[in-house]
């Protein structure tokens, strides 16, 4: 057995105990998913001390069951390697958020995560589109679940069929593509598709079916208003998981699929991507302006970074598409740890609305220092992860486009604006005793449950070079395929 089929089947093998056990048990159900999904994590370290940097071909794969009657090719190159890493990593954090707040069907909850993190390792590992389709898609029945049961108010079912539509219905035209795209090639495996020339106008036709399924995931605008809602009704560990992985496979699909399959596609809507980018970062950075809920603050701030990520991608050189990878990675650290220091908040005063908060640099000193560097990581802070991230993007999009660099960099001043205002307003100023009249700090399992954020945070700002190395000739290899 590989270690791609193993880091798949883990949390599967660790589903199937919580199953057996009697619901009752909760104990034993949160340390088996807890500690199953840390030994999938430890593993997952393992495919970056075997991967070899020295290529940008697919590496530690194989065959779903033996070469001769094999259902599906995986492997993992520089760019799938780290969003497996981080997969891996967030789900024993989601787990360990829900650990007191959760005290309902904590069976189903902890099969829930455990089940969607095989999926999106096999989304991220899969080599043939039809089974990624298949993948993509089925990511979206745990998350369902995950939003319209553990959600935290009254319009959880309804956010939770919003997501589900909207996901769903995006995706069809894509199904389609592949339709057509196996009655030229005969094939879905996509190393064979690489080769497979396809005419300049039924690129473009297939573009727009990929990009009608992509986009919806980015999320970009005006495909967007799924996302804030979801956020909102969702669980913090919901929230974490969203922000953290399920937004990325979208951007993911753009740099797997549409760009190396599709490049005359590619370059002929790169003005569109450029547009939608652009609009979605302004657009959103003063939405977030005058937003009042605190996750809405975050969910509204991921919209504008992951269209950070989708103008690198669409720069279409090495230095955008490798800023737009590491961009990612990045916000699927500080968003997720944004997301948890909300979910803190929660728990203790079962408010998210910022009016009612106020001077916790006071009151909650422990929590203030995590949830200000968090804050200035948001918004690109030089010395942390996504400074390197947007700044490569922005290089990359200036050697393109000089307008749409000057109009993305807008987002960056925006986005120090809402970022010092929400500072301002939760750490700072009086703190409003009359509306919450007890306060307690972080306790152990929260500041533990932030430290490794914050230090993977400084870590990629500070030395970013391990990680820009490993995807380096991977990008490089898709950009050759693009042309």
């Known amino acids: ?61 194989g065959y779903g069951i033996d ?24 789900i024993p954090v989601c787990l360990l958020a829900g650990w007191t707040s959760i005290g309902v069907l904590v069976k189903e909850y902890s099969i829930a995560f455990l089940i969607l993190e095989s999926l999106l390792i096999a989304a991220f590992s899969v080599l043939d589109l039809l089974l990624f389709y298949i993948f993509f898609e089925s990511v979206l029945l745990p998350m369902f679940l995950i939003i319209g049961v553990w959600g ?23 199904l389609l593509g592949i339709l057509l795209i196996y009655c030229q090639a005969g094939t879905t495996d ?61 951007a993911y699909g753009f740099l797997r699929f549409s760009l190396p399959l599709f490049p005359i596609g590619s370059l002929f809507f790169t003005p569109l991507i450029h547009t939608l980018s652009v ?35 669409f720069s279409l050189n090495p230095q955008g598409v490798e800023g737009a990878v590491l961009l990612m990675v990045a916000h699927g650290l500080v968003s997720p740890a944004l997301f948890l220091c909300v979910g803190f908040l929660y728990d203790r005063h079962k408010t998210r609305l910022l009016h009612y908060y106020g001077g916790c640099s006071r009151t909650m000193p422990l929590f203030s220092i995590p949830f200000l560097f968090l804050t200035m990581a948001n918004i690109s ?31 960056m001043v925006l986005g120090a604006a809402y970022a010092l205002w929400l500072c301002n307003r939760l750490l700072y100023g009086l703190s409003k005793s009359y509306y919450l009249s007890s306060y307690s700090d972080l306790s152990r399992r929260e500041t533990l449950l932030l430290l490794p954020f914050v230090i993977t945070i400084l870590l990629m700002g500070v030395i970013p070079a391990p990680l820009l190395n490993t995807m380096h000739g991977s990008v490089v290899s898709i950009l050759l395929l693009t042309g």
């Open 1 to 61: 057995m590989s270690l791609i089929s193993l880091l798949f089947f883990l949390p599967l093998v660790g589903s199937l105990l919580c199953a057996l056990l009697p619901g009752w048990n909760h104990r034993w159900i949160r340390n088996i998913a807890l500690y199953t999904s840390l030994a999938t994590f430890l593993f997952s370290l393992f495919l970056w001390v075997l991967f070899d940097n020295s290529t940008g071909r697919f590496q530690l794969g």
């Open 190 to 250: 996509l190393q064979l598709l690489y080769t497979t020339p396809f005419s300049e106008t039924r690129q473009l036709y297939l573009w727009l079916a990929f990009f009608a399924s992509f986009a919806v995931k980015v999320p970009m605008v005006p495909v967007h208003i799924w996302l804030p809602e979801a956020h909102v009704e969702a669980p913090t560990a919901g929230s974490v998981i969203l922000a953290g992985i399920l937004l990325k496979l979208g």
């Open 67 to 90: 070469e001769k009657s094999s259902i599906f090719v995986y492997g993992v190159d520089g760019i799938s390697l780290f969003f497996i890493i981080l997969t891996t990593f967030l």
């Open 381 to 411: 802070l030089p010395g942390t992860s996504n400074f390197v991230g947007e700044f490569l993007v922005l290089t990359g999009a200036f050697q393109n486009n000089t307008l749409v660099a000057t109009l993305g960099a807008l987002g």
């Open 152 to 174: 935290s108010r009254e319009r959880k079912v309804r956010a939770a069929y919003q997501f589900f539509l909207y996901t769903l219905i995006g995706s069809l035209l894509m």
């Open 279 to 313: 609009v979605a970062i302004i657009y959103t950075s003063l939405t977030t302006l005058r937003q009042v809920d605190l996750k809405k603050i975050i969910a509204y701030s991921s919209v504008a970074h992951m269209n950070f990520v989708t103008l690198g991608l």
